[in-house]
T-cell receptor
Framework: GQNIDQPTEMTATEGAIVQINCTYQTSGFNGLFWYQQHAGEAPTFLSYNVLDGLEEKGRFSSFLSRSKGYSYLLLKELQMKDSASYLCAGLDSNYQLIWGAGTKLIIKP | NAGVTQTPKFRVLKTGQSMTLLCAQDMNHEYMYWYRQDPGMGLRLIHYSVGEGTTAKGEVPDGYNVSRLKKQNFLLGLESAAPSQTSVYFC????????????????FGPGTRLTVL
């Protein structure tokens, strides 16, 4: 089976940097996805990692360490519009996404 | 392109009533999914489909049925609604599901907020 863990809630300040961690335990692993979900809206794709290392996309970066079963999403130069939930999802051995409960990120001015 | 659309957006049912949620996608995706999302829990897969005419059970299939008669449509039915089925329901689609990790990216509809009294 697969288990995805991430913090329930985090708070950060506008303009700062925040790192949202995700750990996974899986009997088969094919990749790690990050999605953003604003309150009352649908999840939208941010990034995925297959190999170890950092993937950068503008203000957002995602890191993966397969040996440690660990990923993080790094958000730089935080803006108020980044207030949302961030969902971590692992792609299991059957190529199904297994979702974490999400981390609610609160940005303060 | 509209992407993934869902109808209705909101619905209130009484216990025992039935209803069908409709999902449509215009991206020619093979795979389609129905999830429910409850507070404090991750998205949980109800049923999914790997192509027209095929469906399979997900993590929480009890109390739901699905059909995929056309490639672009995926219907979720509740035969006899229960208060435990109060949730937000999301439909999603992906190009496929396999070794090409990019193809596993799921595109979501706006959701249906269902309340069962």
């Amino acid at each position: 089976g697969q288990n995805i863990d991430q913090p329930t809630e985090m708070t950060a300040t506008e303009g700062a940097i925040v790192q949202i961690n995700c750990t996974y335990q899986t009997s088969g692993f094919n990749g790690l996805f990050w999605y953003q979900q604003h309150a009352g809206e649908a999840p939208t794709f941010l990034s995925y990692n297959v190999l170890d290392g950092l993937e950068e996309k503008g203000r957002f970066s995602s890191f993966l360490s397969r040996s440690k079963g660990y990923s993080y999403l790094l958000l730089k130069e935080l803006q108020m519009k980044d207030s949302a939930s961030y969902l971590c999802a692992g792609l299991d051995s059957n190529y199904q996404l297994i979702w974490g409960a999400g981390t609610k990120l609160i940005i303060k001015p | 392109n509209a992407g993934v659309t869902q109808t209705p957006k909101f619905r209130v049912l009484k216990t025992g009533q039935s209803m069908t949620l409709l999902c449509a996608q215009d991206m020619n995706h093979e795979y389609m999914y129905w999830y429910r999302q409850d507070p404090g829990m991750g998205l949980r897969l109800i049923h999914y489909s790997v192509g027209e005419g095929t469906t399979a059970k997900g993590e929480v299939p009890d109390g739901y049925n699905v059909s995929r008669l056309k490639k672009q449509n995926f219907l979720l039915g509740l035969e006899s609604a229960a208060p435990s089925q109060t949730s937000v329901y999301f439909c999603a689609s992906s190009y496929s599901a396999g070794e090409a990790v990019w193809s596993n990216e799921q595109f979501f509809g706006p959701g249906t907020r269902l309340t069962v009294l």
